[in-house]
């Protein structure tokens, strides 16, 4: 039985131009900084972000948590989105191992208002408190339905946090969709931080990896973190030359992955108990609720008919489109819906 896997973008399979690129790639120790692959891709979406310097990481929990390391240390605290994948999903990465208390403010729809920003801070002059030295944006913001931050509201929240004396770090996890969605270039959303990582195992179709992007200065502070935390690789250019061919061939389509996400979503609205708020649908993610049907038991049934997706709570479900996914995919995705919900 064919599968149709909507569980995550992490599940797309590299392009056959990507596995011939990791197989002839030019190699040495990116420890030592001598593999040219890994300096050449580097070198790209260093520019590709606006940044001066960039370090290739096994993940975007890594990067994230090397992003906080290098802007804030132990005892301070950062501000994040209450549903931030910082806070949520990266197990408690900040408070174990570098010590800092992430502070969690909730918001509407993943987007931070300069007042919120400016409210959570902390006041220097009482001693009680800790000192917030930095702050983390999500775009696209995962939980809250792969949305996109309008870039003036961005701006407006990081110049705010930049007034305040904050360090700001970008979970641009999905940099690449918010850009596509906007038809922006990602460096003019990586402007608003000071350090951001972005993955390649994504939307981009990678198999392994994220890059991490700051000043000099940050990336060295980085390398030191990324080897303490063991991340530091060798012949890393194996999986280098795959993130490459991605940054060339794999941004543009994503603007296929965020059309399939909304047919689906028109689809999904369309279904008996289905409640779908398409307008959040603005990438390649789509959350529903179910008022018929447990989303375990959903998706049970979807998966006994080749149809793979997330229960994101008792009646929450997630599909994510992606390079492994096409339109006619879609098309039966919603058809073997309809089934089970009917
Ligand atoms: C917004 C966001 N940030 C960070 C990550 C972490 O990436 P990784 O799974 O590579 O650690 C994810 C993963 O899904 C994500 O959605």
Redesign the pocket.
């Known amino acids: 039985m064919a599968v149709i896997d909507l569980r995550?973008d992490?599940v797309a399979m590299p392009s056959p131009e990507m596995r011939q690129a990791m197989v002839t790639a030019p190699l040495g120790d990116d420890v030592f900084g001598d593999d040219p692959t890994t300096n050449k891709l580097l070198e790209v979406a260093a520019a590709r972000m606006g940044k001066a310097a960039a370090m290739f990481v096994p993940?975007?929990?890594?990067?994230?948590l090397i992003g906080i390391a290098v802007s804030a240390r132990s005892g301070e605290e950062l501000i994040a989105d209450a549903d931030?994948?910082?806070f949520y999903?990266?197990t408690a990465g900040a408070a174990a191992v570098c010590g800092v208390q992430i502070r969690p403010v909730p918001t509407e729809a993943g987007v931070m208002s300069p007042r919120q920003v400016e409210e959570a801070v902390r006041p220097r002059d009482d001693p009680h408190e800790p000192i917030t030295s930095a702050i983390t944006f999500?775009n696209?913001?995962?939980r809250h339905g792969g949305i996109v931050w309008p870039l003036a509201d961005l701006r407006a929240a990081s110049d705010a946090a930049h007034s305040q004396g904050l360090r700001v770090h970008l979970?641009g996890?999905?940099i690449f969709n918010a850009a596509v969605a906007l038809n922006v270039e990602a460096a003019d959303i990586a402007a608003c931080a000071d350090t951001v990582?972005f993955?390649l195992?994504?939307g981009l179709a990678c198999p392994v990896g994220?890059i991490f992007c700051g000043s000099e200065e940050d990336v060295e502070q980085a390398r030191r973190w990324r080897k303490r935390l063991g991340g530091g690789m060798r012949q890393v250019g194996v999986l280098a030359a795959a993130g490459l061919i991605a940054l060339d061939h794999m941004v543009d389509r994503l603007a296929d992955d965020h059309a399939n996400a909304r047919t689906l979503a028109e689809g999904l609205a369309e279904l008996p108990g289905v409640k779908c708020d398409r307008g959040r649908v603005q990438t390649n993610l789509v959350y529903f609720d179910l008022d018929t049907m447990p989303a375990p038991a959903f998706t049970d049934e979807c998966a006994r008919r080749g149809l793979l997706g997330g229960a994101v709570g008792p009646r929450g479900m997630r599909f994510v489109t992606h390079y492994g996914v096409d339109s006619e995919d879609v098309q039966s995705a919603l058809k073997i819906c309809e089934e089970v919900l009917s």
């Open positions: 995550s992490t993940s975007g929990t890594m990067g994230n931030s994948h910082a999903y990266e999500e696209t913001h995962n979970d996890a999905r990582t993955c195992s994504k994220s």
